[in-house]
């Protein structure tokens, strides 16, 4: 689905410079339209209350059907498509725009010649800084330099945005002035609509962004960490936090619960000790040296294991602390699941509420590695899909285990969910 979207996006975008060529009708006004429109969807479908919106479109329509469930639901999870062909295509043709204010008379393209030096500087600067993030960006850089990428996507993308608007209102207003009715062309103008409605979608999640003290650290264990945080969050959503409100990790939902003494909503998150932050993390709980404060973001967007609400019966992998967002759905919908549980010394490591959890469900598998080893996952997933009768696979584990359970169940034609990795 992520390649599907690729292609869907770039015949869209080959299609009009097609037509452009064909007519005769590029011009900076065409290109400036067309640029900033694939900017505009490639920052839409990262806002956190449109992906609420897909996710749970994208079940509705699975729950009215039979067949096609997983594209739909698919079809949301890798998003990150559209996401990523439509910035290339926006840097595209913002190329395209600064080839024409080059004037190149060769250019059988170039149909308008700007000679103005404010916007020239404003276009290279503006492609120069899309360049570094799309090199950023490129898989095998992202995941070596992720710090890097998370910084240069964060702070170089706000840069863009911000002399996007300063080049396109000075070139609007430019055009508007020599209009009959300047301000009525201002404000119907589609590129400056759209600029309006990308810096709202940028700056909402981070409207919603809070800094508390009231939250809990407790480590059940040696590698686990649980963080309790007010607030309330649907079943199969996932959470932002921070430590400086800088560097941001995203954590499923474990479970949510109502404290008597504060009358107050919590929302609980099982995190393991997976990487650097937060093994550190841990290490200085396990000290006694908890943050003073936490930075977390109110809006809770949902996660590829929200599309278990599109199937009437699933089975589960998870491996280790991968458990923690499938508790909510075993509270919520247990009837649904069949679970298998790959970990080592599940009651010790996280504690007697959740082994008790997992531990009274008819349908959950529990696999210590301690005691016999580690089982073949993907087989694992095939024999229980085999005996629940089940429609899906989600599978909530490492990379390396997560890919094999996917490539597995659907080379045998089952529906496979699992994270993509995709930052």
């Known amino acids: 689905m992520h390649i599907f979207w690729w292609v869907l996006v770039s015949l869209v975008n080959v299609l009009l410079l097609i037509d452009f060529y064909q007519t005769i009708h590029l011009t900076d006004v065409s290109t400036a339209i067309v640029s900033v429109s694939n900017v505009l969807v490639a920052v839409l479908v990262r806002n956190e209350l449109i992906l609420h919106l897909l996710y749970r479109l ?12 997983y594209y739909f639901n698919s079809g949301v999870h890798h998003i990150g498509g559209v996401h990523a062909s439509c910035a290339i295509w926006g840097l595209l043709w913002l190329i395209i725009n600064e080839w024409q204010q080059l004037g190149n008379p060769s250019d059988l393209l170039s149909t308008s010649v700007s000679s103005d030096p404010i916007s020239i500087a404003l276009s290279s600067i503006l492609l120069t800084l899309l360049v570094i993030i799309v090199l950023t960006a490129i898989p095998p850089l992202r995941h070596k330099f992720h710090d890097t990428f998370e910084i240069s996507h964060r702070y170089l993308g706000w840069s863009c945005l911000g002399i996007l608007v300063l080049h396109q209102i000075r070139f609007q207003f430019t055009i508007a002035l020599n209009q009959a009715y300047p301000l009525e062309t201002l404000l119907t103008n589609p590129v400056l609509l759209m600029l309006v409605l990308m810096i709202f979608s940028v700056a909402l999640p981070w409207m919603s962004v809070e800094c508390i003290s009231n939250f809990r650290m407790d480590c059940p ?27 941001w990790h995203s954590f499923s939902v474990a479970g949510t619960s109502f404290n008597q003494q504060t009358s107050e909503s919590e929302i609980h998150l099982i995190i393991g000790a997976t990487g650097d932050w ?72 996280y504690g007697e509420e959740i082994w008790s959890l997992l531990n009274s469900h008819s349908r959950c598998n529990i696999f210590d590695t301690g005691v016999h080893g580690r089982p073949n996952v993907e087989q694992l997933a095939i024999q229980a899909v085999r005996d629940f009768r089940a429609q899906a696979v989600f599978c909530v584990s490492n990379k390396a285990v997560t890919e094999k359970v996917i490539k597995t169940c659907l080379g045998k034609g089952i529906p496979a969910y699992g994270a993509t990795w995709d930052s």
């Open 58 to 69: 994208a079940v509705w329509i699975s729950v009215k059907i039979i067949r096609g469930k």
């Open 221 to 247: 264990s040696e590698g686990v960490l649980v963080i309790t945080i007010p607030g309330k969050a649907d079943v199969g959503t996932f959470t932002r936090i921070s430590l400086d409100g800088i560097e």
């Open 278 to 349: 937060t093994q550190n993390l841990i290490r200085q709980v396990k000290k006694g040296n908890l943050p003073k404060q936490l930075w977390v973001r109110r809006v809770k967007p949902p996660g590829f294991m929200f599309s278990i609400n599109a199937y009437s019966r699933v089975v589960v992998i998870a491996t280790g602390a991968g458990i923690a967002p499938v508790l909510p759905h075993v509270r919520k919908n247990g009837d649904k699941l069949c679970i298998i549980w790959v970990g080592n010394n599940h009651k010790q490591t």
